[in-house]
Every structure is written in C-alpha cells, then in structure tokens.
C-alpha cells in the first residue's frame, strides 16, 4: 500500500495541477469544449489514443486473456479494424463541419428538437455504459490495494472525474489523456519485456507454456465465442462502434484543420494497434506465470480482487513492490483520464445538445459551461450508482456491450448523414430510434443483464451481444422512412 501511494500521490497532485493551469487557459466556451481548436495532430493522437486505451483495454484485456485465452484478442482485433474506417469516413468530414457530436452533424440538415433529443439520449446511453466499465475497474483496484469498501473507491473516482471536467473542460482532460497515454505505453512494454524475459525473449516458448497449462484450447474461441452468430455480432459491434464513440468523436474538433484531423487518427491507429501486440505478451505471461504462485489466489482458487487485476499480480510477480505500485497508479491514471473524457462528452450531450438545443431561446456560452458542469455531477452520481451493479461483470465485456450501442445508435444515422442526401428527417429519426431501442432491449433481455445482473435463469435473447442484428435494423429503418422522399426527389421535374 505504501509503495502504491509513492505512484498514486505524485500522479494525482500533477493531474490537478494540469486542471488548474487548464482552467486558466480556458477563457471561452470554445475553450472548454474543444480546447480551442488548437491542439496538433500528434498531440490529438496520444490523446485519442489515451481516450480508447481504458481500464477495459488494459486491466479488461489482461483479465479476459488469462480467463479465456483467444476470446480476448477478438476484442483487440475487433476494436482496432474500426481505426482505419474512423480515418477514412469520419475524421476529416467532422472536423470540416466543426462538428463534435451526433446530434451536431444532424443539425447541419435537419432543424429537428426531436431528432436532437434523441440522438443525445443514446449518444449518453453510450457514455454511461463506457462509464460504468471506467468505474468498475477503478473500484476493484482501489479496494485491493488498500482495502477500501467498493462504494468508497467509486465514490472517490466520481468525485475526482467530476473535478477534472468541471475545473479544467477539454484542454485539461486533453493534457491528462497525453500523459497518461505516454505511460500506459511504457508501462505495458515493461510488462511485456518482464514476461518475454522469463521465456528467453521467445514469444513461441511463451505459449507453449500457456498451453501446457490450459491446452491447445488457450489459442482457440471459448465458449462464450464458439457461436458463430455471437462473434459475429462481437466484431460488428466493435468494429463499428468506435465510429460512434460520443468522446472519440468530440476530439476531432480540438484539432486546426481536417488534414491535422485525419493525421491524429492514423497515428493514433498505429499507437494502438502497437499496445495491444503488448497486450497479448501481458495476457499470456499472466496464464502462463500467475497459476504457479498461490498468494495470488484466494481459498477458492480465483484471483484477489477479481479477474480484472490479472496485469497487477503479474506486476507484482515480475518487478515486486515497486512495478505493481506503478502499474496500479498508470492504471488509475488511465480510468481518470478515460472517465473525465467521457464525462465531458456527456455533458456536453446535455448541455449543448439538450439544455441549449431544445430551448427557444439563445443559450449563451456561461450558461452552458454551467450546465456542463451540473451535468458533470449527475453523470457522476449516476455511474456510481449503476456500476455497484455491474461490479462482477468483466470490463471487457461490458465494454463491448457499450460499443454495439454506439456501433447500432450512433454510426448509422451518423453515416448517413454525411454521405445520403437521400436520408430524410422521418429517415433519421427511424434509424436513430430503431438502432438505440433494438440494441438496448437486446442487451437487457441477453445473458448480460436477464441472467447475470436480474438474475433470471434463462435469457429471452440468446446472444449477449446485440450488434449484427441491431445494426442492419437501424439502417433499414433509416432507408424505409426516407423512401418517400428519395422517390419524390426521383420524380421532381428539373
């Protein structure tokens, strides 16, 4: 615990120091919700890279590695394959219109208070989802290291994510999501260099060893994966739901130009895809190293703290007190950063998109930083309150689910949008509505929530995740309701 804290001090102290600095640099509302446009391309991407980079993608990754193996390198594979579409389709396009949410895009064509109020609902129904893995994985660390009830170390991360919005808006939350992802780099290669050491540098040894300990199944789908249908819909959800990620989206407005917009989201590719080549060296020394040793696993044979601290045990193992004190404190880092990301583009959804949008009356630019931040404190409030019951779920997991909401709500309409002149204001509504209502009912009555959070024995939908059959729905709709007025246009005499 002391170790822990030498890490978790001096971080803290700098993160606030950052949010002070930030809020005296932020003199404008274009300050605090898109640091002024003036944020470069590589600075954008190591904090793009630091936004997607979460307690799912770090402490999830590693725990589902060592839980089942393969099923985890679906998720890398799955969420990176959306980075290249995310360049090619959204990033130059967002910033030329100085758009940074869903319901922004759609103003552009369509003067709808329902269509922006429906938009905002799922682009938050996204955030809070994303939320809740953030703050699952921040209690389970903060209750291991030092023995904290899980509702006090939500509680504190709530708080501390409310401050770096509230104080410092988007430049602060930039400059943390740089940091932190400069040492979530560094840390993941220390324990990728500590486990290949173990096996002589050879990758090949490594999984040999984990295959002697859990058989050629390791390298194989799991059963929660052996269902083609579910991993299908896994990789579309994932795939697809990065290109409708509310705070990834926001952050192509910090940047000057649609050229420094497409850069940052390459380059930010490459930074992730290269963390996840990592992952998989920290996910495979963990099956092939942590079983050997017996402190860290309770009487019941599971790992201490859950299945999610696999990377802080392996730490312990390879570099003992100091590296895992480390690790604990980047990991921490990450959530705060990811959650204070997060936490703003819900904000922003409410106050930008719903407080100001809906009214009709103009907002000025004080009263929605106010809004913001009053935002900032119900979002808070309310991840709270949902991630106590979501605490045994896999990170990972939930992250997915997460993302086949914004992969079914958020990209379709969005999609259509900037590339359908066709798509009609009935259109959008119908794909907005269909993809957010078919997505959420799914994953209710799907094992995630019917089983495993309500506890019914039997789940009314079959597959936990709901993207392959949500998606095509949601686009489906979209093109019915503009149908009318795409055969009108057809028909118009020129």
């Not at 324990?191 to 999984?207: E, I």
């Not at 050997?292 to 312990?316: C, E, T």
């Not at 079959?462 to 028909?491: C, I, T």
Request: net charge positive; hydrophobic share 60%; charged share 10%.
């Amino acid at each position: 615990m002391s170790t822990a804290l030498l890490f978790f001090l001096p971080l803290l102290v700098l993160t606030l120091a950052i949010c002070h600095l930030a809020a005296r640099s932020s003199q404008s509302a274009g300050d605090f919700f898109s640091a002024g446009n003036r944020i470069g391309p590589w600075q954008n991407a190591l904090a793009l890279a630091g936004d997607y980079l979460s307690a799912a993608a770090f402490l999830g990754a590693a725990g589902l590695y060592f839980a089942a193996g393969y099923d985890s390198l679906v998720y890398a594979v799955g969420t990176l394959a959306g980075w290249p579409l995310l360049m090619l389709l959204l990033a130059g396009k967002l910033r030329q219109l100085g758009c940074f949410t869903v319901s922004d895009v759609l103003a552009q064509r369509f003067a709808s208070r329902r269509l922006r109020a429906l938009t905002a609902t799922s682009s938050l129904l996204v955030t809070l989802f994303y939320l809740i893995v953030q703050m699952v994985g921040a209690g389970k660390l903060i209750e291991l290291l030092f023995g904290l009830p899980y509702l006090a170390a939500v509680a504190l991360v709530a708080l501390l994510m409310v401050g770096y919005v509230a104080i410092g808006g988007m430049l602060a939350t930039t400059w943390v999501q740089m940091i932190k992802a400069v040492l979530l780099l560094l840390c993941g290669a220390m324990l990728a260099w500590g486990v290949l050491a173990q096996f002589g540098f050879s990758a090949p040894a490594l999984f040999a060893a984990a295959t002697q300990l859990r058989g050629d199944a390791v390298l194989l789908p799991g059963a929660a994966l052996s269902d083609p249908v579910e991993l299908l819909s896994l990789g579309l959800g994932l795939t697809l739901g990065l290109l409708g990620l509310p705070h990834v989206l926001m952050r192509f407005l910090t940047v000057p130009d649609a050229r420094a917009a497409r850069r940052s989201a390459a380059i930010a590719t490459l930074l992730v895809g290269g963390f996840f080549c990592l992952n998989i060296l920290i996910g495979y020394g963990a099956i092939a190293l942590l079983p050997a040793h017996p402190a860290f696993f309770d009487a019941g044979g599971k790992l201490l703290g859950g299945g999610n601290m696999a990377a802080l045990h392996l730490a312990s193992l390879l570099g003992g007190a100091p590296l895992a004190g480390l690790v604990a404190a980047v990991a921490f880092a990450t959530i705060l950063a990811v959650v204070s990301g997060l936490t703003l583009a819900g904000a922003a959804a409410i106050s930008h998109d719903l407080w100001a949008g809906l009214q009709h009356r103009a907002v000025s630019a004080a009263e929605k930083q106010r809004v913001s931040r009053y935002a900032a404190l119900a979002l808070g409030l309310l991840a709270l309150l949902l991630s106590t019951l979501f605490q045994q779920q896999n990170i990972a997991f939930v992250m997915g689910l997460a993302f086949a909401i914004a992969a079914s709500a958020n990209f379709p309409v969005l999609l259509l949008a900037l590339y359908w002149r066709d798509l009609s204001e009935r259109g959008a509504l119908a794909c907005a509505a269909c993809g957010m209502l078919a997505s959420s009912v799914l994953i209710v009555l799907g094992p995630a929530v019917w089983v495993a959070v309500l506890g019914f024995e039997e789940p009314l939908f079959p597959w936990s995740n709901p993207a392959l059959f949500a998606v095509p729905l949601a686009f489906a709709a979209g093109l019915l309701g503009s149908q009318r007025h795409a055969l009108f246009r057809k028909v118009k005499p020129q």
